[in-house]
């Protein structure tokens, strides 16, 4: 039903879903062609119709008493972790063009992903943002 109301849907799911696992080199976590697909200790080539997002190696906050704040590093996730990822890059790229349907936004996704020899297309949020304030302005 979203999908027929025109809502861009992120699901985790390998039939419905457009998103597929990542994990980034921890020595240098901002280069989109250092990514590898699918996870630590079980690296996959991906499925080159999906975009790849990082979903492993985090450390996240935690509380478990009131007062007692401390993080956990996790070092293999899954694409419940993939999909906060992308949804924060698209929140970036409607912040800057909220007029963007969700299917031009899934589009510019694709575009501007890395894509490596083996043709699999890894998430770039620097060149996402780039290319959405290109189309904004008119400038593709």
Request: aromatic share 12%; charged share 25%; net charge neutral.
């Amino acid at each position: 039903m979203a999908k027929k109301e025109g809502m861009l849907v992120l699901d985790c799911t390998s039939h419905n879903g457009f998103i597929s696992a990542s994990y980034y080199d921890v020595s240098d976590p901002e280069k989109p062609e250092k990514c590898t697909g699918g996870f630590p200790g079980r690296p996959w080539k991906g499925e080159k119709d999906k975009i790849m997002a990082p979903s492993s190696l985090r450390s996240p906050a935690e509380t478990y008493s009131v007062g007692d704040h401390s993080y956990q590093f996790n070092g293999r996730g899954g694409l419940s972790w993939s999909i906060p990822y992308v949804t924060g890059v698209l929140a970036l790229g409607w912040q800057i063009a909220p007029d963007f349907s969700g299917e031009k936004m899934r589009e510019l996704l694709f575009q501007s992903a890395y894509k490596n020899s083996e043709g699999n297309q890894f998430i770039n949020p620097p060149e996402f943002i780039r290319m959405v304030q290109s189309e904004k302005d008119g400038k593709k």
